[in-house]
């Protein structure tokens, strides 16, 4: 049976779906303003990872990521940029879903925009005032979290010790500095909607609440999000649901930070500046088994020595898959290590023992294959590739060559470095990414790869 960690209740707990042989799923998506950073590829892989082994192991994942296309970042970012805000939206949002699509990120059954919701987050703010546990100001409405008995609960904290560690604002309307903003009235030339108390836009901790809600219904099974969110993000959620009288999530899944190492030398190692700059620099799936190596709600250091690291790891169990096609495909996969599998994922997504599991699996095919025993090569082979199924790791299955006028571009593409041509080099390095390959600088130049 799977257990998980659930943050609200701060240790592992058996985990019950609302609904047997379903699960509800809503993972708080990106703010876009800019180009997707390491961090929200590592919440998005952790997800991912989550959500396919549910799918795998027999469960019905509806699964809700949502997009924060209103928000102060994205207002600034249109200021500087001298366009609107639809214009940033539209461009970020597009580079977000190609980086998702780069790492193999499964796209969410539905993913909601703060914008189509707005009306309905105007009700709930209403309500909320009905009831007596938010208020209005002269810049917005705000919510009262001393209404909400459990407040803390995934601060893991008491209300009075955040009351203590609350930053003091200059604001003197506000009645307390744990109160937060429901509704935010605009200043002039800012998108704008209309409401009770006067045109503005709602703040994020109401989209959240409402889009969940709205597509996964009241006790929906599972929230997650990178633990920065559990406070105040997650909590303020919590609190508008609680105080509205609806239940809210069931079970509290956060992950673990991105470590780039010290900034230094994180550039003279030539770490990756965002996203897409991993997607388009090394193996995209390295990042993936870089996730899985590590537990999700531990640390995960991601730089180009880790990833160099999976990748070399990476090349092994490709070489395994196209030395297995020659394998007989209609012999069940060994079930004992299956089991074994499972019951790592189970208890908590405990990936790093699945991987060492899936490792030692690979060698012990190899090996049976050395000695002639087809039957279990066949069985040990069927169990790695439904273990990489579970997790979203896609082995290669072909290895046609890469043809000679590819390789030629390559080199080029070395040439023109050399002679400090970057805007030829730059130009090389797009068309061969356009062709579908995969580049990585290595000391004796480019080399170029099927993803
Ligand atoms: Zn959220």
Known sequence: ????????????????????????????????????????????????????????????????????????????????????????????????????????????????????????????????????????????????????????????????????????EVDDEKRSPIDFALWKKSKPDEPAWPSPWGPGRPGWHTECVVMSLDLLGEGFDIHGGGQDLAFPHHENERAQAVGSGRAFARYWLHNGFVMVGDEKMSKSLGNFTNLMDLAHSTDPRSYRLLVLRSHYRSPVEVTRATTDDASEALARLDRFSLRAAALPSDVEPDETTLVEFQSYMDDDFQTPGAMGLLFSTVTEANKAIDAGDIELAAALAGAVREMCSAVGLELRTDDEPIPEADLALAAERDAARKAKDWATADRLRDELVAKGYVLEDSASGTVIRRP
């Open 1 to 168: 049976m799977l257990q998980l960690f659930d943050t609200a209740q701060g240790k592992v707990v058996p985990f019950e779906p609302r609904e047997p042989g379903k699960v509800s799923m809503y993972v708080c998506g990106p703010t876009v303003y800019g180009p997707p950073h390491l961090g929200h590829g590592r919440f998005s892989l952790v997800f991912d990872v989550i959500r396919r082994y549910l799918e795998w192991a027999g469960y019905e994942v509806t699964y809700v990521s949502n997009i924060t296309d209103i928000d102060d970042n994205i207002i600034n970012k249109a200021n500087e940029d001298g366009i609107g805000t639809d214009e940033v939206v539209a461009r970020y949002e597009a580079l977000w879903w190609e980086a998702m699509d780069a790492i193999g990120v499964k796209r969410p059954t539905r993913d909601p925009h703060a914008t189509a919701y707005v009306e309905q987050m105007v009700a709930l703010i209403a309500d909320l005032m009905g009831r007596g546990i938010a208020y209005e100001t002269s810049d917005g409405v705000y919510f009262t979290p001393a209404a909400i008995d459990d407040y803390g609960l995934l601060a893991r904290q008491s209300i009075e010790s955040l009351q203590v560690g609350a930053r003091v």
